[in-house]
């Protein structure tokens, strides 16, 4: 990831050649590639060295979440991958962060998922969490991961303004949800544009069919990275 290239794009494929293609056609104009549970577990470690030998910085987007000395483990078997980031689940707890966090201090940097951007207000609720406050609930894990000693979390566009506000500058912001003006929500409920984020406190820009299911994505990117400015 580049200071000046804030964007992350998520290859959410389960199709190796064209996750390949588009992380060739993309080498340049973002700033680090995604990949998550559809590619990971279609191709798995030999699909993440395909990627990798692209030469760009990514961004293993597995959200673990399981007993700590679980979580432990399977971290440490990932990381032999060299993820510039990968991530867990805030809700696995403070002694689950914990150890996941002594596993991997200074091998790559270490994010937890706060609340998913398809959840509204209402979905936190009938999932049995005492609030219907997504901004509240998802500053509440963001203060436990950074109790943690985490690096930072993944949060709605929606959420920065209270993380920003009460957490340190430099813990990271992993943004998903982001949506230029003209395109489509799709499963995602909390949305925001790629420069609201940015003026939010986003550091990091996660977008995927924006720019990879448009008939340019290079332009795409481009066009994106432009209305940042």
């Known amino acids: 990831?580049?200071?000046?290239?804030?964007?992350?794009?998520?290859?959410?494929?389960?199709?190796?050649?064209?996750?390949?293609?588009?992380?060739?056609?993309?080498?340049?104009?973002?700033?680090?590639?995604?990949?998550?549970?559809?590619?990971?577990?279609?191709?798995?470690?030999?699909?993440?060295?395909?990627?990798?030998?692209t030469g760009m910085p990514i961004f293993l987007d597995l959200k673990l979440h399981d007993i700590p000395n679980t979580v432990a483990q399977g971290l440490k078997a990932l990381l032999r991958?060299?993820?510039?980031?990968?991530?867990?689940?805030?809700?696995?707890?403070?002694?689950?962060?914990k150890a996941a966090r002594e596993v991997v201090t200074g091998k790559t940097k270490l994010i937890a998922v706060t609340i998913l951007t398809s959840l509204s207000n209402e979905n936190i609720w009938a999932a049995g969490f005492d609030t219907r406050n997504t901004d509240q609930h998802a500053l509440n894990l963001a203060k436990l991961t950074h109790e943690a000693g985490l690096d930072g979390v993944v949060c709605s566009p929606l959420d920065l303004a209270a993380i920003r506000t009460s957490l340190p500058r430099n813990f990271l912001t992993v943004v998903p949800g982001i949506r230029p003006a003209d395109a489509a929500s799709h499963d995602q409920?909390?949305?925001?544009?790629p420069?609201?984020?940015?003026?939010?406190?986003?550091?990091?820009?996660?977008?995927?069919?924006?720019?990879?299911?448009?008939?340019?994505?290079?332009?795409?990117?481009?066009?994106?990275?432009l209305s940042l400015q």
Do not use: S, W
């Open 81 to 97: 991958l060299e993820p510039a980031i990968t991530n867990i689940h805030a809700t696995g707890g403070l002694d689950m962060m």
């Open 195 to 225: 420069k609201a984020a940015i003026d939010a406190g986003a550091d990091i820009l996660v977008i995927g069919r924006a720019i990879t299911g448009a008939a340019d994505p290079a332009k795409a990117a481009a066009d994106i990275l």
């Open 189 to 193: 409920k909390r949305v925001a544009t």
């Open 1 to 53: 990831m580049t200071k000046t290239n804030p964007i992350c794009v998520a290859l959410d494929t389960p199709e190796l050649l064209r996750a390949v293609a588009l992380a060739k056609m993309l080498h340049g104009h973002v700033g680090m590639m995604k990949i998550g549970m559809e590619f990971f577990y279609a191709h798995g470690t030999q699909g993440y060295e395909a990627i990798a030998a």
